[in-house]
């Protein structure tokens, strides 16, 4: 069983905040070894609330728990000797400062390329390496604006909504990261030779946005909120409001889940209409899920062969048995579970704690130098 894959791969963590630290924090449920290179104030993620009883930040535990902490000023000399002695010793590395920042600090690809060609080096900007937008700042409701998800996100009666968590920075930056990565690393074991990733994740939310590029483009359509087939067009396919105000999502697309979901609501008439955008049919439904609180909806179809499903909370999801069955919702930290993977029946196993800014810096400094 192999439940870590990448046990033995030690990877260095340049980067801050969320894209960058949540990639390596993935790469660290596989099993890899990283190293957090921290400037001397430290990630600014530190200080970002909400923090526990001694004051230190959940969401930073909830990213970077399992990684050792290194303290160097890269504005330093002697402190770029020390990071190249750790890059020597590497076998990738992660950073996420706007194109041009590493090589003043002696930290960029080419540089670092010569003290171990077979570095894999990804670098998580924005807008990419090049190009008139490279040297713009942004954050994720801007990457996801641009990508043409923002303008197709919220209600069908209303202005586009923003999604419910960074899309830009998780979906688009840290997993496509870590896809860059580990295809990298089984490149140089057959070639021997390292590469620069240049991740941006403006295009690789645009990436995600696959079903609603090609609709609008084909057919023209500007894609407004609620108006796409899987943005609520579907009677089959949308949001419902309960009578608590609460909702439920309604999935039944193919006819087989469609017509058992008509029929426990009495609706048999509307069979034919999963794929209409009827206002009649629409609010028939509406009238009737508004008849009923959420639980009792749930307790109703709990039994009927249809994909409908209450829309949780946060708190609530974390607690369902749909994740606490499968041993996953705090099998590695309590607000932030792991790798969502099972190899052999086994969830990767916990990663420990979080350490303090720098804490680790001698005991690495000595591993790097030590060469064994």
């Known amino acids: 069983m192999m439940d870590r894959p990448l046990e033995g791969f030690t990877i260095l963590d340049l980067s801050q905040l969320l894209p960058g630290p949540y990639a390596t924090r993935l790469l660290a449920d596989l099993g890899a070894r990283v190293i957090k290179v921290e400037p001397p ?6 200080q970002v609330p909400p923090t526990d009883a001694e004051g230190k930040s959940l969401l930073f535990a909830a990213i970077n728990h399992g990684k050792e902490s290194v303290v160097l000023d890269l504005k330093q000399d002697a402190d770029r000797k020390k990071l190249a002695t750790l890059v020597g010793r590497a076998d990738g590395l992660v950073e ?7 090589a003043r600090l002696g930290a960029d690809y080419e540089t670092l390329k010569a003290i171990h060609p077979g570095l894999i080096y990804c670098s998580i900007t924005g807008f990419g390496q090049d190009g008139a937008w490279s040297s713009r700042p942004g954050h994720d409701l801007n990457f996801v604006s641009l990508s043409g998800i ?3 996100t919220g209600p069908r009666s209303g202005e586009a909504g923003i999604p419910g968590f960074p899309v830009g920075d998780v979906a688009g930056g840290s997993l496509v990261s870590v896809l860059g990565i580990l295809a990298a690393l089984l490149g140089r074991s057959r070639s021997g030779r390292g590469c620069h990733l240049d991740i941006s994740m403006s295009e690789a939310v645009a990436s995600l946005a696959v079903v609603p ?3 609008c483009r084909a057919l023209e359509e500007s894609g407004r ?6 943005t609520g067009l579907l009677p089959s396919y949308r949001l419902y409001e309960t009578s608590d105000g609460r909702s439920l999502a309604v999935a039944a697309l193919e006819p087989k889940f469609w017509l058992p979901l008509c029929e ?16 009649e049919v629409h609010r028939d439904f509406e009238a009737v899920f508004a008849t009923r609180t959420l639980e009792e909806w749930v307790k109703t179809l709990e039994t009927v062969e249809t994909c409908v499903s209450p829309v949780l909370t946060p708190i609530e999801a974390a607690r369902s ?31 420990g704690t979080t350490s303090d800014l720098g804490a680790d810096t001698q005991q690495v400094m000595d591993w790097a130098e030590s060469g064994s």
């Open 225 to 230: 909120p609620g108006t796409l087939p899987l």
């Open 150 to 152: 923002l303008a197709t």
């Open 213 to 215: 590029w090609v609709h």
């Open 264 to 279: 426990a609501l009495e609706l048999s008439d509307h069979a034919g209409s999963a794929y209409g955008d009827d206002p």
């Open 41 to 46: 104030g430290g990630d600014p993620l530190r």
């Open 321 to 351: 048995s749909l994740f606490q069955e499968r041993d996953f919702s705090g099998q590695a930290e309590p607000f932030a579970p792991g790798f969502p993977y099972c190899v052999d029946g086994q969830r990767p196993g916990g990663l």
């Open 96 to 102: 996420s400062f706007r194109p041009g920042v590493t």
